[in-house]
């Protein structure tokens, strides 16, 4: 019983390790047509949005969609890692995080 309190203590231990490296790590995902980028870090916060500057009024209904593309990859993208990082730290998938 001693042992299985130590090992959820390292996992735990492991997991606010694998919090901390996740809200430290930045990744950038940009639009398909160039127009938009976002950076994003593990945490699935918006660090920062750059946008075209030669866009004209015309394109903003385009602009929107891009934004939308943008940012739903950008947090698949995150949870992926995140799914990743818990994989390595449990040795196994958790659901949700795939």
Partial sequence: MLDKMKALFEMQKK???VKRHLDSANFDIQSSDGAVKITMNGA???QEITIKDNLEDQERARLA???KDTFNRA???SQDIAAQKMKDVTGINIPGLT
């Fill in 15 to 17: 997991m606010q390790e």
């Fill in 44 to 46: 699935q916060v918006v």
């Fill in 75 to 77: 947090i698949k993208r």
């Fill in 65 to 67: 969609s891009s934004l």
